[in-house]
């Protein structure tokens, strides 16, 4: 196909490129568009609760649409009608505030979703937001990546992705999470989990067992409080970590360093280290040593126990004694009651 201009959009081979307000409104209808497989459309405010694309225009071969930049605030069902086909969607820098029910219900072949940087509002409303893309009709069964970067996302809703059953790899980097709030049988497809850059503190005990199929995890950049519990934990299955160890050059045979590795928040004898540069023997030694309390503890403990045996022991020779004794009752009532004369009937 020739390059040719259409108002404010390029066509080139199987890809069209548009700029500027109602550029897409510039398309001549009747023209054959139906090789474009691949449509940019860059800073055109486009309003997606409405037709994105207008009518009489064929994008039925259309497979990959990039709407980054367009300040984008609301998203609908109708603006994906007429690209039903599309797999590869990029709503990145866009300012989406406002949900139709269901918007994606349309894109069932869809397999990448990316939207850093898109959504607007305070932290409910964008946890909302993310609720009603994904709880819809649509299974979507081939939709393996979900990118949410840089949402400043504080909360998300465990069951947000519960309906996504093709997700492979999940990227929640440089927002505001401080756990991983999931619903524990929602990601058992799971392979790659991107949480670095966030708030996070502690490791969930049974992160393996709710994430069973996850081979790569980052959470670098991430105040870790690096205890015993997280420390075993991370080094005790076969997970990639992503962004967490030294790169050896092949080229100058030595280690370049990466800035992007976890350290430890606390506690403060490892504060600022590498989380997989502490020592084997770290955890070792640290469960070794007992404070001044425990020990006191202790003491108080075993001096009860000697104490308690004691008072056994003695018990014991007590019942010996008694065993070898008289039968002969003993006391003064029982004295009285072996002198008394009995009434004798003649």
């Known amino acids: 196909m020739a390059i040719s201009h259409i108002g404010v959009c390029r066509v080139n081979g199987f890809q069209m490129t548009c700029r500027g307000k109602d550029s897409l409104h510039g398309l001549k ?24 694309i207008p009518d009489g225009i064929d994008f039925s071969r259309l497979s990959l649409l990039n709407a980054s930049d367009n300040e984008i605030s609301r998203i609908g069902r109708r603006g994906f009608d007429k690209i039903r086909n599309v797999q590869f969607l990029y709503l990145t820098k866009n300012k989406i505030s406002h949900a139709q029910p269901d918007p994606f219900q349309a894109l069932e072949r869809l ?12 932290s ?65 497809e ?15 005990t049974d992160i393996w067992d709710f994430l069973p199929s996850l081979s790569s995890l980052d959470i ?19 997970v990639v970590f992503i962004n967490q160890v030294s790169l050896y050059s092949l080229f100058f045979g030595n280690y370049v360093s990466i800035q992007a590795e976890t350290k430890c928040a606390g506690p403060p004898e490892v504060e600022g280290q590498g989380i997989f540069d502490l020592p084997k023997e770290y955890c070792s030694a640290s469960s070794n040593k007992t404070s ?55």
Not at 41 to 47: A, E, L, P, S
Not at 111 to 122: C, H, I, R, S
Not at 190 to 204: M, R, S, Y
Not at 220 to 238: E, H, Q
């Open 29 to 52: 209808t009747g023209r054959d568009y139906s090789e474009v497989d691949t449509l940019n459309v860059h800073q055109d405010k486009i309003d997606l609760t409405d037709n994105l």
């Open 111 to 122: 397999e990448v979703l990316e939207m850093e940087d898109a959504l607007d509002g305070n």
């Open 124 to 188: 409910d409303e964008k946890s909302q937001l993310l609720r009603t893309f994904f709880k819809s009709k649509n299974s979507f069964v081939h939709l393996s990546k979900i990118e949410l970067n840089r949402n400043g996302l504080e909360i998300v809703h465990p069951k947000t992705f519960c309906g996504v059953q093709g997700l492979k790899r999940l990227e929640l980097s440089n927002n505001r999470l401080t756990s991983f709030d999931f619903a524990r049988s929602c990601f058992g």
């Open 190 to 204: 799971l392979k790659a989990l991107f949480v670095a850059g966030n708030l996070i503190e502690k490791i969930p």
């Open 220 to 238: 670098s950049n991430n105040p870790i409080n690096c205890d015993c519990d997280t420390v075993k934990l991370l080094r005790g299955d076969d």
């Open 292 to 346: 001044p309390r425990g020990k006191a503890s202790f003491l108080q403990f075993l001096f009860l126990f000697v104490v308690a045996i004691g008072i056994l022991y003695a018990y014991k020779k007590y019942r010996e004694r008694l065993v070898h004794m008289s039968p002969t009752p003993v006391g003064y009532h029982n004295l009285q009651h072996e002198l008394a004369v009995e009434p004798e009937f003649v």
